[in-house]
């Protein structure tokens, strides 16, 4: 599996993706397209930017009955995406409907598939008072991160610092895609739990995920390139 640095394109709308990703110029960086822009703009965004070149991590996050789930699976991998996901709490048998789908929609090999476990945006008091979870935060990630596993899918979306315990719950091949990097001299915004692209790679990520330390530089391509020297050190 190659390791990569994807870039959260979350910009308001096509024309300010499209300007972003060309300064990279003959340069392709695989990319998230979230809910935002999908909704926005509508999957021919999705189709632009493959046709462009790039790989994309279509970031939707689906969580509604199997057969729901199975069907839209299946248009999403006509799209040519390389990664999407889908939420864990969805249960076993929504996830196992999930790769069902991608396959069929596929004509090679399928997008990788890769579920969420639990939001880093939910804090565990609110899991536990709210949703009735009583477990620990980190029972739960790598309790879904198991359930994911048992499904057929590929790995997790999860915080660069619980990256470790996955791998040990789930095992080294099991894919850990991280958002949450951020530079020591650089801007947290509304990030909490961050780390380094190097400390990500040491406690196992394979895909950082990065957005406004790239996006909201003054030299968005020097940025990226910055990083993937940290994150791909001696590939
Ligand atoms: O700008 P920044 O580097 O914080 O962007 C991180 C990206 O990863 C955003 O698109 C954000 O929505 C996403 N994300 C996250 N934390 C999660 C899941 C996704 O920051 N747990």
Do not use: W
Request: hydrophobic content about 40%; overall charge negative.
């Amino acid at each position: 599996m190659k390791n990569d640095v994807i870039i959260a394109c979350d910009f308001k709308n096509k024309a300010d993706t499209l300007a972003f990703l060309d300064r990279f110029e003959g340069k392709k960086p695989y990319v998230k397209i979230g809910m935002e822009l999908f909704y926005g703009e509508g999957p021919d965004i999705v189709r632009e930017i493959r046709a462009r070149g790039h790989e994309i991590f279509l970031d939707l996050k689906l969580h509604d009955i199997p057969n729901t789930v199975k069907k839209a699976m299946a248009n999403l991998a006509r799209l040519g995406v390389s990664m999407t996901n889908v939420h864990a709490a969805g249960t076993i048998d929504m996830m196992r409907a999930a790769v069902e789908g991608l396959e069929l929609g596929s004509n090679g090999p399928r997008p990788l598939l890769i579920a969420v476990t639990q939001l880093t945006s939910t804090s565990q008091e609110r899991m536990q008072r709210e949703l009735l979870i009583a477990e620990t935060i980190e029972n739960t990630v790598a309790h879904y991160a198991r359930n994911a596993r048992e499904a057929g899918l590929d790995g997790v979306v999860c915080s660069p610092l619980e990256a470790g315990l996955v791998k040990t719950a789930c095992g080294a091949d099991f894919l850990t895609v991280t958002p949450g990097i951020r530079y020591p001299d650089g801007e947290l915004g509304d990030q909490s739990r961050v780390t380094t692209p190097q400390k990500a790679r040491e406690i196992g990520s394979d895909f950082i995920v990065v957005g406004r330390p790239i996006t909201a530089a003054a030299d968005p391509v020097a940025a990226y390139e910055r990083v993937c020297r940290d994150f791909l050190k001696g590939e």
